[in-house]
């Protein structure tokens, strides 16, 4: 068979000043199989499928004060499929799925015993599948999204203990909607030596 994939990333980083840093990042990869069984006899089977990925990122670090930091992110990642058997039978199936997302992540230092993360994200997803064959098709294109909200805070009464306590709230939108509160919390104790 005819094979062949080729990729590629890259990464830049960028201290604006003293206060703000961006990172910018990228990748896309991409497969190519083409098979005729025998390329000597006319109208022979064959198939080919391709498949790929492609994804890309931009992050902001802000220093919004000395006890309050932030970062946030633009990112954007595609799949798409195609895989097709030509003449032989009438077959094909095209699979895509995209999603962009903004988000944020602040983190706050209010003493050496308390501080806390809180932040949000929004996702918006783009599915399709496609599929082709004799007496039927499937078609299926939705463009369903996800929102997020967090809120975390984390007490260290003495050098052993830490404990955190938060919530997480998800909704998800599409056909149906989803929304869930999801409480978070845990306790830890250092058994063996504590370091300040």
């Not at 954007?76 to 895989?83: H, I, P, Q």
């Not at 983190?107 to 809180?118: C, G, I, M, Y």
Request: no cysteine; aromatic share 20%; charged share 25%.
């Amino acid at each position: 068979p005819t094979y062949y994939f080729y990729d590629g990333n890259a990464k830049a980083f960028f201290d604006i000043n003293d206060k703000n840093k961006l990172t910018i990042s990228g990748y896309g990869g991409q497969d190519v199989l083409d098979l005729t069984f025998n390329d000597n006899v006319e109208d022979q089977a064959n198939f080919s499928y391709d498949w790929g990925n492609r994804t890309a990122s931009v992050r902001w670090t802000r220093v919004i004060s000395p006890r309050l930091f932030a970062n946030f992110w633009l990112t954007g990642s595609r799949f798409d499929s195609e895989f097709d058997f030509g003449d032989t039978v009438d077959f094909l199936e095209k699979n895509f799925v995209s999603d962009f997302t903004v988000k944020g992540h602040f983190e706050f230092h209010a003493s050496k015993q308390w501080s806390s993360n809180f932040g949000f994200e929004q996702k918006n997803l783009h599915l399709i599948f496609r599929q082709k064959f004799p007496g039927g098709l499937i078609d299926i294109d939705q463009r369903p999204e996800h929102y997020i909200g967090f809120v975390q805070n984390s007490w260290r009464p003495t050098v052993r203990w830490n404990i955190e306590a938060g919530v997480r709230f998800n909704y998800f939108r599409a056909d149906k909607d989803f929304k869930k509160f999801a409480p978070r919390f845990s306790t830890k104790y250092q058994i063996g030596r504590a370091h300040v």
